[in-house]
């Protein structure tokens, strides 16, 4: 019985010292927008009445409904990258915060994008060769994921 619960508090430990870090701006993945809503193309603020916390990270939705898919298939929906600017962290391996404007859906999946003083990050990895970029973000994600 000891050892049982030794195991389980090192599984525990180990599990909990993994989580990913989440770019989470005022508290919530995407700024508080509701992530269900950029597979219907739009970005729109989630409400405080619907709010859900998935893998340690928080995150709020325009309604009952959008909570209901991202409960039901939260992989989906959690942007890539844990919310950080997807440029950035295939350009250079950085995480950098987001405007939960800019974002793109290639793939099915949710890429968000820094967007300010003059630098659109979405334009960029369009013209630089969004594919290509996505392959090195992905690599450069598995190396920093973890890190504050």
């Not at 195991?7 to 701006?25: E, G, V």
């Not at 950029?38 to 729109?44: L, M, R």
Request: aromatic share 18%; proline share 2%.
């Amino acid at each position: 019985m000891k050892k049982a619960l030794f195991l389980l508090l090192i599984f525990s430990a180990t599990t909990f010292a993994q989580q990913i870090d989440y770019n989470a701006q005022k508290g919530f993945v995407a700024s508080g927008y509701d992530v269900v809503s950029y597979f219907s193309n739009k970005a729109i603020k989630g409400s405080s009445k619907y709010v859900y916390t998935f893998d340690g990270a928080r995150y709020k939705f325009t309604s009952k409904e959008n909570l209901a898919s991202f409960k039901n298939e939260p992989s989906k929906f959690v942007p890539q990258y844990g919310g950080y600017c997807a440029y950035a962290v295939g350009k250079n391996g950085k995480k950098v915060s987001v405007n939960p404007k800019t974002f793109e859906i290639r793939d099915n999946k949710l890429y968000l994008f820094y967007n300010s003083w003059g630098t659109n990050t979405l334009e960029l990895w369009q013209q630089e060769g969004a594919k290509m970029l996505q392959k090195k973000a992905d690599t450069n994600w598995k190396e920093i994921k973890f890190k504050s």
